[in-house]
């Protein structure tokens, strides 16, 4: 693996790392919320939040160059790795959102109103009770968000361009390669993020967390 590889790999891992610990963050709560919500137009947030699911990468890149371009709400982040990480945040929110929303909504209200007969608080009930039944849906929010992180192309393309050491991550050096036509190292890339998508699959498919 060359130099500049190896960097289009670091930045991809840190890349998917920030961006999944935010989704988490930012996810949970906003997950939590549509699970129990009764507001009529509850449909209208989940259909925003599962836009980039059926959005062409590359128009979602669009409106988010737009944004961070000149006079734009956040003029500035363009071709950045902030800009990166608030763009893989966009796109991967639903893989985070979705797994989080499906295991509260799971749960029920039972464990919730046996928590309230012992006097806890709402926010104790949350992290005592909710958070470790919901242990696999959390599993496959990091797993979905992290992998959907790496993967991208068209968004990362748009906002962050190719720049070496600061916004080139794996799947534009693979683009980058092929167009070279220095397949051996497009090779070497591909199978190893195929083999790292597998493995995370592996694990959370395989995990006995998923039986309990």
Known sequence: MSSSDLSALIVTVELAALTTIILLIIGTPLAWWLSQTKWRFRGVVDAIIALP?????????FYMLVAMGRGGVLEGFAFTFSGLVIGSVIYSLPFVVQPLQNSFAAIGSRPLEVAATLRASPLDRFFTTVIPLAKRGFMSAIALGFAHTVGEFGVVLMIGGNIPGETQVLSIAIYEHV??????????LSAGLLMLSFIMLLLLYSSPLRKV
């Open 179 to 188: 167009e070279a036509l220095e397949y051996a190292q497009a090779h070497t």
């Open 53 to 61: 699911i059926v959005l062409p990468p590359t128009v979602l890149g």
